[in-house]
């Protein structure tokens, strides 16, 4: 498997709210709610070399190579399983041994198969596991312990591009209505469903933004933060909280030189942005353990924020994040997500090459008996406090 990745390089308002018939002008805050936080970010010039300051390596899992994962998709963990969609439309499941539990591969044309999966998501409780076929315009349910189908359900009223599930309810992202264009009630960037089977809610309604096509950084919009799922809209630079009832923004972050809307919708060809001052595409906002991770992009290049939300600091923000390999913390890689209050990151395997030509000494032969061909690794950070 191949990643287009760089080891020295960590790879990296308010809008309406609208019911199915009813609006108003306002994303509904719940009362209880705390007070928009600010999280200011300004760039480090120099490398962050001692990243077991504040990071330590709780486990590693490498992964089988009794199966070969293309380029990944979308990476979660949850009870106990390790979940991998890659761009083959393959879906595999691995215990924390890394061991394949099983292998969804149902690509076809067939009656029983599915066509192009942009996407996936758990539901837990319920042990579901459902992908977004965007071929057939259905969503398809699984087993999620044993990989086996359970159903399938039309999902011809929508077509979006990403998807979540929070508390059985399910949530799409569509950041253009190039598929409705005469049908305003589809003109919106994020859909609330309670079953998959219809839209319920719908916020964000598209303004110029959405006539901007630009994927390339692009991260998942949606991140799953233990107890709360966290979302990014394009181009913005707020973090909101999601749940059935309501759309909370929580933090605010100010970026250097942050992207004005007017010359996103000004500079063509689109790519030139990239060689722009301007930081933009916020995204990856993990948080645990009373501290946030997040990713923007600069001038063509991924930066990595580190914020301690306990002790109101940035511990770091800059696009050379390079841990000197330690017994504590052997490697990390950009952060994909949390799981029990840890930082996940997916390590492609020539990284963990690189790092042990920095130190072999640390290194457990699991590790050293890796190849450049070997699936990733997944590594499980706390912080250290």
């Known amino acids: ?157 929508m077509a979006p591009e990403r998807m979540a599930i929070w508390n059985g309810s399910f949530f799409f992202f569509m950041g253009d209505h190039y598929n409705y264009p005469d049908n305003p009630e589809m003109h919106y960037s994020l859909f609330c469903s309670l079953s998959g089977a219809k839209i319920d809610k719908s916020f964000f309604p598209h303004d110029r933004t959405s006539e901007f096509r630009f994927s390339y950084g ?44 007017d010359v996103l919708m000004e500079v063509t060809p689109s790519l030139k942005l990239m060689q722009t001052r301007y930081s933009w595409l916020l995204s990856n906002a993990y948080e645990a353990d009373g501290f946030l991770n997040l990713w923007f992009q600069k001038q063509g290049s991924c930066y990595a924020v580190y914020y301690d939300l306990l002790k109101d600091k940035l511990i770091y923000a800059g696009k050379q994040v390079n841990n000197h390999p330690v017994k504590d913390l052997l490697f990390i890689s950009q952060i994909h997500g949390v799981y029990k209050d840890m930082f996940f990151s997916v390590v492609p395997s020539f990284v963990i090459q690189y790092k042990i030509s920095e130190n072999p000494d640390v290194f457990p032969d699991d590790l050293k008996n890796l190849t450049e061909e070997s699936n990733p690794i997944i590594g499980f950070y706390r912080v250290k406090r």
């Open 218 to 261: 692009k991260e998942h919009p949606f991140y799953y933060n233990n107890d709360k799922l966290y979302f990014i809209k394009d181009y913005e630079t707020v973090v909101y909280q999601l749940t059935s009832e309501s759309v909370t923004p929580v933090y605010k972050v100010e970026l250097p030189d942050s992207l004005p809307l």
């Open 1 to 157: 498997m191949k990643y287009i990745i760089i080891v020295l390089l960590f790879l990296c308002l308010m809008s309406c709210h609208s019911g199915r018939q009813s609006s108003c002008e306002d994303v509904p805050v719940e009362k209880d709610s705390v007070q928009l936080r600010v999280i200011p970010v300004s760039i480090s010039d120099t490398a962050y070399r001692n990243v077991d300051q504040t990071f330590e390596q709780i486990s590693y899992v490498v992964l089988s190579d009794n199966v070969v994962i293309g380029e990944i998709v979308r990476t979660l963990v949850s009870d106990e399983r390790i979940f991998i969609l890659d761009n083959q439309n393959k879906l595999f499941c691995f215990d924390m041994q890394g061991k394949v539990e099983y292998v969804i591969d149902e690509h076809g044309s067939g009656p029983n198969e599915y066509g192009n999966v942009l996407d996936f998501a758990l539901n837990p409780p319920l042990k579901m596991l459902w992908m977004y076929d965007s071929t057939r315009r259905k969503l398809h349910c699984y087993d999620m312990y044993t990989g086996k189908r359970r159903q399938s359900i039309s999902a011809a009223y």
